[in-house]
């Protein structure tokens, strides 16, 4: 035997002395060390088990309301954890990029609200146009920013409340989540004719929590100064304020609105997973390049043991007779992550957008220029639905506050080409005065300039036809393929022949005659 092998049969046997050796106290030690572990285990699962729970109940209710289960409506209380779900994710993600393509389509390119423009001469501005002006009005309902944080309420919780107060005329936002009851018609409860609101004014004092009853614009019965509570208490109501209020994507017999972010939310959250499981296979890929094939274990061991130790790039491999070193199948390729695209176009759809757009890939579009550059016509027409609610809410809002509910209209979705916009412009002149030429020409060019300054060539367009028909044709000077003038050279039937050029024309009609007559006479 030599020594090695003498050596390894002493350690061997040693060990199996002292196993057989051991303490039956050691073993119980051990066990019951064995038992602490594994209640440790136990709790901290059924802590990571409650928490998963907490977290799954508004994803439970999402995936009733998304497989029609929730065919009765929603209440308060889901309304508000739906939103609890979607506004942290609005922030980031596929939900913020869907609801700013939301904003962008229905107010990007602007509305015009009839009676709230600028007064040209000097004077005091229309009741409607200090409304309109107003700083807080601006602020919550008419600026450029109002308007895509109204459009991002409709997405969280598909339910906008807009406060107007009759006595100042101001109107005011109530977030959903102050909403704590609701009064709805007896015989038609999908009419909502009072809301509760309840909020903390956190001024420090003990009764810093308010409650206020709210009617809407909708009820003209009878109105109360306060409610009872169900507790012994009343409720105010707040004579002076009017609820106009936007209940999106509601079926008949609902009494409150579904948001728009909910349709695709749980699509956005399995491509978000797919993503990250890409990206989990694609570091797994990259940290495993090769493979090396021993014969023995030893050789196994002293392979695992050089490549643990080696951290850098590019190495030498020295191996033994025996050893093999070959690429996994599986380096230099990553994860297709274009295979997740499918998933994303279903969030697309649920939301009324492209998948282009959604993803902000033009390979979405299948290589077609016309995809990446139109508004399918579903995609639009839901846009325009939009704003036509839009629309009906500001109306409600002007009448609340005792002005006609004015005309409201939007630009469209799709800008037109620049050359077909001045090509429809120039057709339909005969129909526009020169300042409302004007104000379109400088539209197209997006030039900053007074409509009401006419330049002296576009007043010329107006001017008598005898004097028109002066001018030269559109297209003089230019070459039709036939060495010769545009097509328009001589369509001006009314132009006045010089008599230089009368007479050159009679002397060429004598020769010509002349001739005749020369080839006559020889003829003859």
Known sequence: MTNWERATYEALREDSIRTELLPTEAMQAEISRLNDQNEMLQESMAEVRAMMAYEDQGWQLISGIASGERLEGLEIDEVQAIADKISPRVAAGMPKRAVDLHAGFVFGRGCYIEGTEKPKGAGRPTGIRRFYTDTVNQETLFSETAREELQKARFISGNVLLACNTRTKTVNRIPFNQVTNIKVDPNFPENVIAYQRTWDTKDGTPDSVKKRWYYTKRYNGPKHSYYADGAGGLIPVDPDTIIVDLRANRQVGHVLGIPDGLAGLHWAE????????????????????????????????????????????????????????????????GYDFSQARPVAAMAAMAWNVSNMDLLNDSSAAGSSYGSA???????????????????????????????????????????????????????????????????????????????????????????????????????????????????????????????????????????????ESAIERMSE
């Open 373 to 515: 550059n139109a508004l399918v016509p579903g995609n639009r027409n839901a846009m325009i639905l939009m704003q036509k609610e839009w629309s009906s809410v500001f109306q409600d809002v002007f009448e609340v506050m005792g002005f006609e509910r004015p005309r409201i209209t939007w630009e469209p979705l799709e800008t037109p080409d620049q050359y077909r916009s001045a090509q429809a412009l120039t057709l339909l002149s005969p129909t526009l005065h020169d300042e409302e030429y004007r104000m379109k020409a400088l539209d197209i060019m997006d030039i900053v300039g007074e409509s009401s300054d006419i330049p002296e060539t576009l007043k010329m367009r107006s001017q008598p036809q005898d004097t028109a028909a002066q001018q030269s044709a559109p297209d003089q000077g230019r070459s039709n393929g036939t060495n010769s003038g545009g097509a328009g050279a001589n369509d001006q039937r009314s132009d006045t022949i010089s008599s230089e050029n009368l007479r050159h024309e009679m002397a060429m009609g004598e020769i010509a005659e002349r001739i």
């Open 270 to 333: 399995a491509y978000g997973q797919i993503m990250q499981y890409g990206q989990v296979v694609n570091e797994s890929l990259a940290k495993i390049l090769f493979k090396v094939t021993n014969k023995t274990k030893q050789g196994v061991q002293s392979t695992g043991v050089k490549v643990a130790n080696f951290g850098g790039h590019g190495g030498t491999a020295s191996m033994a007779e025996g050893q093999e070193l070959s690429a996994v199948s599986t380096a230099g390729r």
